[in-house]
């Protein structure tokens, strides 16, 4: 900017002079006009409206006239300067609106075509049984218990009663943890069964006791269509004064009801587990031909292989070594407890003769069970 002066002619300063001041008020709105986009609008707005653009350059010079001068000088800069603003808000506006419609042009949505779905989910069929099995006894009064699938083997057999040499304890059935030296010796396995719930419940809860304990099992079965390596049991156990048979059967015949509707008649059969005696297998009335196949005469039945019963869970009473093992007094207390595979239910439920479908993680299969949430 040039210092102020008393002897200033404003037509010797000749960016202030008419023509000039026109001069670069057209360049500015030719530019304006042929500006295309946006960008090319912002280039044309800094090359004659920025800093260094002529106009802002002479308007700079105003300051320097003598005040006689400046009136009419910054009238004729503020006139070209308010014409070029104006041109380029109106440009401005007009190439917005352009490029909107352009946008609106180019994502037009189509909604006749085929939507691209996101399929839904479903819960496991295993979660179903487990949870629909776990709400009937809790109904009843019992109690949900958890225990961790990375067990010590001290729960998983010993409290349980198996002795050292016992077969389960062989590496074809357990799964063993390494110990810190990559050998055996940890002390710890994948649980084999949910029945160590069992011991944890007792030690650490008050008498009487109503619990029911779903999770998950490891073994090192082979995978094929009735086993699976890791697989689902549920797990009840009751301990109070006074409990005999007569009470685990009434419990086993809740579940059974819950899961296959009312009706259908349980057998108890001597079974054996270290942890409960007596000990028995359960089988329930085949739902679909209910006995009828295994009578003269009768139909065949796949289901139960016209045998009229299925295998379902074994049971028995607390064995007394074990209450003691956990500080109860078997004298005064007794208790029953019973143990089913949950895929196992599952099959014979709903007709599934693969256990493999069930691990697949295909939601072809989950879905057909419904989709509950
Ligand atoms: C037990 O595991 C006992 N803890 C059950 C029990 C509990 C008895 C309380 C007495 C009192 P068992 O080994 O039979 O028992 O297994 C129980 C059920 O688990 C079987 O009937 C079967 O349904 C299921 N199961 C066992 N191994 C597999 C496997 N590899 N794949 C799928 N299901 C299995």
Redesign the pocket.
Known sequence: MSAGSTQYDPVEVAVLSPDEVARARDAALAAIAAASDLDELKAARLAHFGDRAPLTLANAEIGALPPAARAEAGKRVGAARGQVRRAIEERETALEAERDERILTAETVDVTLPADRVPRGARHPDTLVSDRLTDVFVAMGYEVAEGPEVEAEWYNFDA?NFPPDHP?RAMQDTLFVAGPDGGEGSGMVLR????PV?IRAMLTRQLPLYVVSPGK?F?T?ELDA????????I???AVDEGLTMADLRGAVQAFVDAMFGEGLRTRFRP?F?P??EP?A?VSMECHVCRGGSARPGGDPCRVCKSQGWI??????MVNPRVLVACGIDPDRYSG??????????LMIAHGVTD?RDTIEGDVRFSAAFGMEI
């Open positions: 349980l389960a084999t069964h949910t029945s069992q099992c073994r079965d009735t086993h699976s390596p890791v697989f689902h049991q797990e009840g156990l079974d587990f942890f409960t000990s297998d295998e379902i869970a074994g049971c028995g029953f407890a019973f143990g089913l595979g949950i895929e196992r239910t256990i």
